[in-house]
Each structure stands twice: as structure tokens, then as C-alpha cells.
């Protein structure tokens, strides 16, 4: 028992984890969705644009209008938005990915049963490691840019919270695997 023995663990049914999975890729798709649409209609995103010297917001939208981009003046709200929207959609891509591994997961199992270097569930597993890493570091590093561009103070120590926070829900995430396994 150990550390976690009392730990809340809730056991979702197969038919209500699967809903629930296609429900987040729906909702990732249309955060994708609604992102591209923002992003043609405004003309690009803040994370290619600028703030100027002179206080003028700029989004740039690389390969809309010419091979390097175009830059357009929007309102700070607009810029906002923005930039922030550009940091969701690794998360809502990261939480879709995750999503289709558990979906799958079956399959994957059934699949690399035999003749296989690695097992299906340790497929999955690694799989969806890396995944979280990858995204946990891609938003930090959005994150981060985010608040320099705005010169907000203590930049960087808002990233190293943001850094523990997401790495212990990563962790926990883990320990409530293990524990629903045993």
C-alpha cells in the first residue's frame, strides 16, 4: 500500500471511457478547427508576429500571403487571444493523440502480441509518455515566449510553476496507472 493507499481511484466502465475519449477528439477538432479558421480570417497568429517598438500588435501568417508571411495590425485583445489559442492547441492535439491511443489500445495489444519487440501495452505506454513530455515542454516554451512578449515579470519563474505543476500531474497520472493495475 505505501504512499498511495489512500488514494481516490475511480474505474470508468469501457462504454463511458470510450465516450469520453471521442468526445475529446471532438472537442480537439473544433479547437483545430476554430484555430485555422482564426488564424486565415485574422491573417496569421501572434506567436509568428510581434509587438512593435512603437506599441502596435502585429499577427503573421506564413504561406497565406507570399512565402515569408505577412504582418497585420490587430488589437492587443485580438494579439491575445491569439497567442493564447496558439498555446491550447498543443494540449487539445496532445489530449486527441492520447484519446486515439486508449481507443486503440486494444487493437495495439492484439496486434503486438507475438514477433513483437515490445509489447502492446508498453507501446501505449511510451506512446503516451512522450507525448505528454513533448507537449508539457512545447507549451511551456509557448508559455514562456508568451509572457516574455508581454513583459510580465518573473517570466521565468512562472514557467518553472508552470514546469512543476504539469510534471505533477504527469506523476500522477502515472501513480493512479499503477494503482488501478495492482
Avoid at 78 to 104: C, K
Avoid at 115 to 138: A, C, E, Q, W
Wanted: a positive charge.
Amino acid at each position: 500500500m505505501g504512499r498511495f493507499a489512500s488514494a481516490v481511484v475511480v474505474v470508468m466502465n469501457r462504454r463511458t471511457r470510450n465516450k469520453l475519449c471521442i468526445w475529446i477528439i471532438v472537442i480537439g477538432l473544433i479547437n483545430c478547427l476554430a484555430y485555422t479558421i482564426v488564424y486565415a480570417y485574422v491573417g496569421g497568429d501572434a506567436r509568428n508576429g510581434e509587438i512593435t517598438e512603437d506599441g502596435r500588435y502585429m499577427v503573421r501568417g506564413h504561406y497565406l500571403r507570399g512565402q515569408e508571411g505577412k504582418e497585420t495590425t490587430v488589437t492587443r485583445a485580438a494579439w491575445i487571444y491569439s497567442y493564447l489559442h496558439s498555446i491550447t492547441i498543443w494540449p487539445t492535439q496532445a489530449a486527441v493523440l492520447v484519446a486515439m491511443l486508449i481507443l486503440a489500445r486494444p487493437h495495439i495489444i492484439a496486434t503486438m502480441k507475438e514477433d513483437s519487440f515490445i509489447s502492446g501495452p508498453t507501446f501505449v505506454t511510451v506512446s503516451i509518455t512522450i507525448i505528454v513530455l513533448v507537449v508539457s515542454v512545447t507549451t511551456i516554451w509557448f508559455l514562456l515566449d508568451f509572457m516574455i512578449e508581454l513583459s510580465v515579470p518573473n517570466s521565468w519563474q512562472v514557467a518553472v510553476v508552470a514546469a512543476l505543476v504539469l510534471g505533477g500531474l504527469a506523476s500522477a497520472f502515472v501513480a493512479r496507472r499503477r494503482l488501478v493495475r495492482r
